[in-house]
């Protein structure tokens, strides 16, 4: 679906609707009609969701990540009636490991969110976001000590205490960009 022109919320909301269930990895790079409430419903409705790539959605804010936050109402979810091999309701982001917001107006808030949401993440990108600063890899080095892979280039904001964190938390890094 990446850069697709006719992909849209309705078109986001659809495959969310109908593979809610079973959606893993969804990537909608440089979707430019896609807004952060469709990603937010994405996020609330695919709650087995493991991938998830948003590089260069100009229209995307930290409002798409809302589902990830402690206040969000999980009662609009219903699982499966006829299938119980899912097991408890995931709370959305809970199966996160890979996300990528490569190019987006995504703030401190958004990473905040994924750090304290998505406990499983092991690969972050989020180079070319200028309004992060070093609160993100703070965050993740506190909440995410097992990610593998964190690319943080040209955020111009983020200093080597950013760096330092991240190097004398994340045990399991092995990639840093």
């Not at 078109?11 to 809610?20: C, D, F, M, N, Q």
């Not at 979707?31 to 990603?39: D, N």
């Not at 990830?68 to 959305?92: C, H, K, M, V």
């Not at 917001?101 to 499983?120: E, M, P, S, Y």
Request: charged share 20%; aromatic share 4%; net charge negative.
């Amino acid at each position: 679906l990446s850069g697709s022109p006719s992909v849209d919320d309705e078109v986001v909301r659809t495959i969310a609707k109908g593979l809610s269930h079973r959606l893993e990895t969804f990537n909608i790079d440089a979707c430019e009609h896609v807004t952060s409430q469709a990603v937010a419903d994405l996020l609330r409705t695919c709650r087995h969701l493991m991938s998830l790539s948003l590089c260069f959605c100009s229209q995307l804010t930290d409002s798409a990540f809302e589902p990830l936050s402690s206040r969000t109402n999980t009662e609009d979810y219903s699982p499966p009636e006829q299938d119980s091999s899912f097991g408890a309701i995931p709370l959305p982001g809970h199966n996160l490991r890979t996300l990528s917001i490569w190019g987006c107006n995504f703030t401190d808030i958004t990473v905040r969110l994924a750090a304290r949401r998505c406990r499983k993440l092991r690969t972050i990108d989020m180079p070319f976001n200028p309004a992060l600063t070093d609160i993100s890899c703070m965050e993740l080095a506190a909440h995410c000590p097992n990610v593998h892979s964190i690319n943080i280039a040209c955020n111009l904001q983020l200093t080597e205490a950013s760096v330092l964190a991240l190097v004398r938390c994340c045990i399991n890094l092995h990639s840093l960009d």
